[in-house]
């Protein structure tokens, strides 16, 4: 049940005591089975964002002032401007730990602050000496130094800009042709972390704004990291990770009829799976992909290429056993995650140059998951869910328009049966919840 229904629930309750309608033997059962409902600390979270706001802008503004200047101070004074931010920080940060502090403005605000003047200390450091380097090294370097205080402050500012570092170190360094395996080790160093507020509170701010990174830093870092000797991969691989999402967002954070910014992992799986699928209707994706081409020049690392083997196998079980949980809890059937599985019997079928197939296959897919959204809709009279499913396949028919020669009169034709259909299922919704009140 959704929280804003439990609220509601807990404040009819008394009522329906005074009335006779339940008793209050019931009354605590009923509080018993849906528990307390965590109210969010919006003043926490505001002096926090605030507090972040303050220490960026008064770093910002030190590094300024110093630059302003840089050019005709010495070396010694320069060394010591340089480390001055980061003792600053430093001493914020003790003071902040020494006194025992619990509010999250000041551990996110210290912590943000001294991750930010650790990086600019780095640099300029370099700069003065010039001490040799790249842009790779220097966010690495930078995000090691930085990452105890996400565990020294329990702060979750450090771990997000912490998160995005990485990301932005596996692009450089893939960039410039190297291979970023260890990009998985130093994302596992965050997640004792992560593991920790979701456990806590998984609806905290603290705990969506974690989930909003993680779900967005790591779409991104797999097609960084994944080394692409075997071409195509990544089709199981993205469809699976979105699929995972989706399914965990459906099982553990039970956010059905959430708002967009509070289900994190519901939105960012369920629009990859579509993103993607609607990709997997043209024939360019499965075009030279599969054994027959694969990529043994001096440019593919084939050692880190076993990585990619081992991120599909062990999504596709993941994403296996979640949907066993899935249908286990008898929510609904799991039609959306059947992209994983699709996407690996096309993938067999386009490397036996059947690419033909892929696409027809993703196609219906599309159409099955559009009717069945619809259905969906109609049955449990929401809206949303039925123009939802109606957009799914008017964007199928609108693509297709332009692939296919078809004459005005059936496009016309087209238009008007999807227009009907939007007329008729909104009807039927409309005519479902007045019969119900």
Known sequence: ????????????????????????????????????VEERNWLQFALAIFGTLGAILIGAGIILLIAKNWDELSRPVRTLLSLMPTLIGQIIVGWVIYTGKESAAWREGSGIFLFLTVGSSIALIGQTYHIPGNMGSFLLTWMLLGLPLVYTLSASLPAIFYLIGITAWAGYIQSEGGQVLLFWLLAALVIPHVWKNLSSNISSNRSIFLCWTIGLTFCFSLGITLEKVLPGLWIIVYTSYFSILYVVSKVFFDDDGEAFWDSPFKVIGISGIFVIAFLLTYEWPWRHIGWQHYRDSIYYNQWAGIMDYLITILFLTAVTYLVFLYQKKERSKPIYVMAPFLALICYLLSSLNLSGYSVFLFNLFIFVAGIYTIRTGIKERHIGSTNGGMLLITALIVLRFFDMDLSFYIRGLAFIFIGIGFLVSNYLVTRNIREER
């Open 1 to 36: 049940m959704r929280k804003d229904d439990i609220r509601w629930l807990y404040q009819e309750l008394p009522i329906w005591e005074e009335k006779g309608i339940i008793t209050k033997e019931q009354s605590e059962k009923i509080h018993s089975y849906y528990g307390e």
